[in-house]
């Protein structure tokens, strides 16, 4: 008998921070698992670029077939909670478009860790 790997080795919980806001990127993707993407304009994506930092040798590694994660931010509109070196490298490569999946208001209400209605969170 030999020893075999786990099929399903489990994912570091991912955590995307915004002022007081945060979201728990890995209950959003189950979330969005299956479903059709649309496709947003990279320009419109990369206007918020300025407010992460970016790690340029990971972006080079990104996979820009998969899809961003979109939550509704109030007065805003949809803003990336997962994909910001996608956007970052598709911006960069001349690439206009990208897959996205967003979530509704009240699966982002369900992601959302902490920030507005939910309590005021902390500043990274």
Known sequence: MTAQQSAATPRTREVFHLGPYAWNV??????????????????KAAALLWLVYINEAHAAT?????????????????IPIDGWHRIWKARC?????????AL?????????MHGGDKGPGYYR
């Open 26 to 43: 890995n209950a959003a993707m189950r979330i969005v698992e299956g479903r059709e993407p649309d496709y947003i304009q990279v320009e």
């Open 62 to 78: 990104v996979d820009l077939t998969q899809p961003l994660i979109l939550a509704p931010f109030a007065d805003t509109g949809n």
């Open 104 to 112: 509704t208001p009240d699966e982002e209400f369900r992601v959302r």
């Open 93 to 101: 490569e001349g690439i206009e478009t990208l897959p996205a999946l």
